[in-house]
């Protein structure tokens, strides 16, 4: 999931504050590592200024951005107390918000986490980091005509970010408007041709009887990313619908030698 730290530049501009030079090195140095993907280093020198000057009209901010490197480094509880800070002095910082809305995701504290999205979407209802979050959580707490509306927000406020197609099309599967599904996942295609999608959208086909549409969304998935394995369970399954016995077989065999999904081998085949 992409991630939205304040920079040096940020800090200077929003303090209007003369920096000592150490804090400035600190914090200089955070921005490095962060950019690096170096979460522990970034931490210890985020530490380091905040302890420099522990006063700074800044380190808000600062914290903020530990919040963010401490859920990397999946230290969630730590997490949470560092946006609860930065919070306190900025309560209508939407990556603050989303930052913690994060944590309590990893924490399994959904109620929180909903609750810090939808005040994020209240603070600035052009975002859609927020619905896309709020979203994928509503769908794995399996209430997909809840988090419909919210897809269907995104798609509106951002209709190239195939992730909003995708989303509406997993809503649509859950409450089994089938058609509608294939629609959405066709549109997410069109900007990001994921294998997984064309999975999806292959599962449902089949399901609406449709042998050949399904066999193409195969047959290009296995053209652009023939080691993608979940994918031979889309084909097994279409030849068993043609009576291809060996042929499935073979499909199957695919799937277990490629790290098909374990889950999906055993919902799908049977295995």
């Known amino acids: 999931m992409k991630r939205f730290f304040i920079t040096l530049a940020t800090l200077a501009m929003t303090a209007g504050a003369t920096f000592a030079q150490t804090y400035i090195q600190y914090a200089d140095s955070a921005d490095n590592y962060i950019r690096s ?13 905040l302890r420099e000057e522990p006063g700074n009209p800044s380190n808000p901010l600062l914290v903020t951005n530990l919040g963010i490197v401490r859920n990397h480094l999946e230290k969630y509880e730590s997490a949470v107390e560092s946006f609860d800070l930065a919070l306190a002095r900025l309560p209508l910082s939407t990556i603050a918000l989303t930052g913690r809305a994060e944590s309590f995701i990893a924490l399994e504290k959904y109620d929180r986490a909903l609750a810090d999205l939808d005040r994020a979407e209240e603070v600035d209802s052009t975002l859609t980091l927020p619905l896309a979050m709020k979203g994928y959580l509503l769908l794995r707490l399996n209430r997909p005509a809840d988090a419909l509306p919210v897809f269907d927000r995104f798609a509106r406020l951002a ?12 809503c649509l599967a859950g409450t089994a408007d089938l058609k509608e599904a294939v629609a959405a996942y066709k549109e997410a295609l069109a900007l990001d041709p994921r294998p997984e999608w ?6 449902l086909l089949l399901e609406l009887n449709d042998l050949e ?6 047959r290009l998935t296995i053209a652009s990313a023939p080691r ?3 994918i031979y369970i889309l084909m097994a399954l279409i030849h068993r619908r043609r009576y291809e016995a060996h042929e499935a077989e073979v499909a199957e065999k695919m799937a277990c030698d490629l790290g098909a999904d374990p889950e999906l081998i055993r919902l799908y085949l049977g295995k």
């Open 37 to 49: 993907r170096n979460w522990p280093a970034a931490e210890r020198v985020i530490l380091s200024a």
């Open 213 to 218: 549409g399904a066999a193409e969304q195969a």
């Open 228 to 230: 993608y394995g979940d």
């Open 159 to 170: 209709p190239e970010e195939a992730v909003a197609h995708a989303g509406r099309g997993d």
């Open 198 to 203: 064309r999975f999806r959208t292959g599962l």
